[in-house]
């Protein structure tokens, strides 16, 4: 099992860049896939970025592709996701996630999550 605490959200405006983090509790890290998921108000939880038990596959969501990065360090058990030129339409509470399995981006098929961070991108 791991246990999962993301930091660095906050309010930012329009075209700022932001990073996250996420650490995790637990052994064998590099045996989770892991990613980062936003939910904006009123909607459901969207997927964002995943990235592979290794690092080397990465996947994104078309809105965010080209400005936002994800990345991990597996001896640090961590991921982070850097957000460049960001939007209002960013603003969401993001979720760091983890599932003892290849990666996917289907938000309900992860298994571990972390309690969240609030970007709120101002215009």
């Known amino acids: 099992q791991v246990q999962l605490v993301e930091s660095g959200g906050g309010l930012v405006q329009a075209g700022d860049s932001l990073r996250l983090s996420c650490t995790a509790s637990?052994?064998?890290?590099?045996?989770?896939?892991m990613g980062w998921f936003r939910q904006q108000s009123g909607k459901e939880r969207e997927f964002v970025a995943v990235?592979?038990?290794?690092?080397?596959?990465?996947y994104y969501a078309d809105s965010v592709k080209g400005r936002f990065t994800i990345s991990r360090d597996n001896a640090k058990n961590t991921i982070t996701l850097q957000m460049n030129s960001l939007k209002p339409e960013d603003t969401a509470v993001y979720y760091c996630?983890?599932?003892?399995?290849?990666?996917?981006?289907?938000?309900?098929?992860?298994?571990?999550w972390g309690r969240g961070t609030q970007v709120t991108v101002s215009s």
């Open positions: 990235i592979s038990r290794s690092g080397g596959d990465k």
């Open positions: 637990g052994r064998s890290f590099s045996s989770y896939a």
């Open positions: 996630a983890g599932r003892a399995s290849a990666v996917v981006a289907t938000p309900t098929r992860y298994d571990y």
